[in-house]
């Protein structure tokens, strides 16, 4: 069983379409892992990567006026919750986190896969959730990462009226996955670029569980 500090996670709270409260941890980890390497590894922790969806919560949660709890169930000071934020929204290092999205090709459409919770296979991580592509932002931009917080599709992505803003956005395209967070040019990214097999040494994971 794997012993881990509760103090050092974000409860994001149960709601309609998600019926469990998710623990997420307050720091990225496991850097220099491919995203597949990633999704492996909290696997074999009983952990998971935040869906895209989930990941906005996630951040929604902390920019929202209710109470924030750690993993233990004690109120989060507003200093505490800021530090938070500003590591995922304006952190001082090139740090970048892998979101549990990956884009497939059926009968020639884009569907997205996530939830990848499922025992790896020959062909690699089964999703436990398949669906076609719903209408999203199709051009690329720098959107207004708050406007995407609050508004986002049900699959976590900018819908068509984003208005523009500072974060860098690239759609969805065939075997890439989800990242978010500071790239080399010091931009703030949610794109999708990379091939499920990448590494760099900046991106890392937010291992999130559900407490049964």
């Given at each position: 069983m794997i012993e881990r500090d509760l103090k050092q996670y974000v409860i994001l709270p149960a709601?309609?379409?998600?019926?469990?409260?998710i623990y997420i941890a307050m720091q990225?980890?496991?850097?220099?892992?491919?995203?597949?390497?990633a999704q492996r590894t909290l696997q074999n922790?009983?952990?998971c990567m935040l869906s895209p969806h989930d990941f906005?919560?996630?951040?929604?949660?902390?920019?929202s006026e209710?109470?924030?709890?750690?993993?233990?169930?004690?109120?989060l000071s507003g200093g505490g919750v800021r530090t938070i934020l500003e590591g995922i929204i304006n952190p001082q290092q090139l740090e970048q986190e892998w979101l549990d999205a990956h884009f497939i090709e059926r009968q020639g459409e884009l569907y997205i896969a996530t939830d990848h919770r499922r025992a790896s296979t020959e062909r690699g991580?089964?999703?436990?959730?398949?669906e076609k592509l719903q209408e999203h932002l199709q051009e690329e931009k720098n959107?207004?990462?708050?406007?995407?917080?609050?508004?986002?599709?049900?699959?976590?992505?900018?819908k068509q009226d984003?208005?523009?803003?500072?974060?860098r956005y690239r759609k969805p395209k065939i075997d890439q996955v989800m990242r978010f967070g500071l790239g080399w040019e010091r931009v703030l990214e949610f794109t999708s670029t990379k091939h499920p097999d990448f590494k760099e040494a900046n991106i890392g994971v937010r291992e999130a569980f559900i407490k049964r």
């Open positions: 709601n309609r379409e998600r019926p469990l409260e990225r980890e496991l850097f220099n892992y491919s995203w597949m390497e922790r009983g952990a906005l919560d996630f951040m929604k949660h902390l920019l209710q109470e924030v709890l750690n993993g233990e169930r004690r109120v991580l089964e999703p436990s959730h398949v959107i207004d990462i708050n406007y995407l917080i609050r508004f986002p599709t049900s699959q976590g992505l900018p984003t208005p523009s803003g500072k974060t």
